[in-house]
């Protein structure tokens, strides 16, 4: 036994493996840090979509092209009401925007039954309106989602009712 000198090698009875050499693994990733980068970037792209919100944006823009639709629709039929000097007939009186009956029927052959004609801001005149706008969300056979009347003094009212996010799209004019 004087031949063998005693090392650790010789006292533990289990062989040692040979330690890596931590440059070898140093290009390849764990599959733990790939979850770590895979849970942040989904940590990101959530807050991201929080922030922007898409569903917001659609309901501004179709509440945005409401708004446009009201505003033409009351400058057609002031352009009108210039040119014969009264304001249509075919507009009821109410004190309310919303009432049934005073919902604004769509351009060409559809039932106006129960439903505002507007078909006198299409006929022979420069400045027609060829088609009549409808509510970007509002589904009807015959009506458009958008409604006229007129107070009786003098103010026609064109409003939409089917505004989203609790927005209010009405617009007056005060036209005779």
Not at 141 to 169: D, L, M, Q, W
């Amino acid at each position: 036994m004087e031949d063998c000198p005693i090392t650790i090698e010789t006292i533990n009875l289990v062989p040692m493996v040979p330690k890596k050499d931590k440059k070898e693994s140093s290009n390849k990733f764990k599959f733990t840090e790939i979850l770590l980068i895979l849970s942040a970037l989904g940590v990101v792209v959530f807050l991201v979509l929080l922030v922007i919100n898409p569903n917001k944006e659609a309901a501004e823009a179709r509440n945005l092209k409401r708004t446009a639709d009201v505003s033409m629709i009351l400058s057609y039929i002031s352009s009108y009401a210039n040119t014969v000097f009264s304001i249509p007939e075919e507009i009821p009186q109410s004190s309310e925007c919303v009432q049934y009956g005073n919902e604004i029927c769509k351009t060409g052959p559809f039932n106006c039954t129960d439903l505002v004609n507007m078909g006198f801001l299409s006929e022979n005149n420069g400045d027609a309106l060829v088609v009549m706008p409808n509510d970007p969300l509002y589904i009807s056979v015959n009506g458009t989602g958008y409604f006229v009347s007129n107070n009786g003094n003098g103010s026609v009212t064109v409003c939409a009712p089917h505004a989203e996010r609790n927005k209010e799209i009405s617009f007056s004019k005060y036209i005779y």
